[in-house]
């Protein structure tokens, strides 16, 4: 067991999880952290969508374009410095807490919802 309180599906049901492609990145000098301004298109329903993530300790600019990622697209959107983050990209840390993202094993069409 975790010490998260137990959820419902209905708290599952609630969150939009969808595939999308990093389609421009960009390092971002404000943020507090080091971290990457990421445009990412989630096809023709929910558009290209802005996020910021602290990913810079795995990646690099040029490894990032046409890589897809799962978000988060139905959090409000949150100002982090200068920057509109609107989705919220997902990842887990690794052994020594650097994020790595959450991705499909296989190219699927972006716009794609988890299940």
């Given at each position: 067991?975790?010490?998260r309180p137990?959820?419902?599906i209905e708290?599952f049901?609630?969150l ?19 971290a ?7 096809g023709?329903a929910i558009g290209?969508?802005r996020?910021?993530a602290?990913?810079t300790v795995h990646?690099?600019l040029d490894?990032l374009?046409?890589r ?6 139905n959090?409000?959107?949150?100002q982090i410095?200068?920057?509109l ?5 997902l990842?887990v ?11 499909p ?6 716009g794609?919802?988890?299940?």
């Amino acid at each position: 067991m975790t010490d998260r309180p137990v959820a419902t599906i209905e708290d599952f049901d609630g969150l939009d999880i969808r595939v999308g492609t990093i389609v421009d990145v960009q390092t971002f000098p404000e943020a507090r952290k080091p971290a990457f301004k990421l445009w990412i298109d989630f096809g023709d329903a929910i558009g290209i969508k802005r996020s910021s993530a602290q990913i810079t300790v795995h990646y690099k600019l040029d490894q990032l374009i046409g890589r897809q990622v799962l978000a988060v697209v139905n959090f409000p959107p949150r100002q982090i410095g200068p920057f509109l983050s609107e989705v919220l990209t997902l990842g887990v840390p690794d052994e020594d807490g650097a994020v790595v993202l959450l991705r499909p094993d296989f190219k699927v069409p972006d716009g794609g919802r988890m299940f």
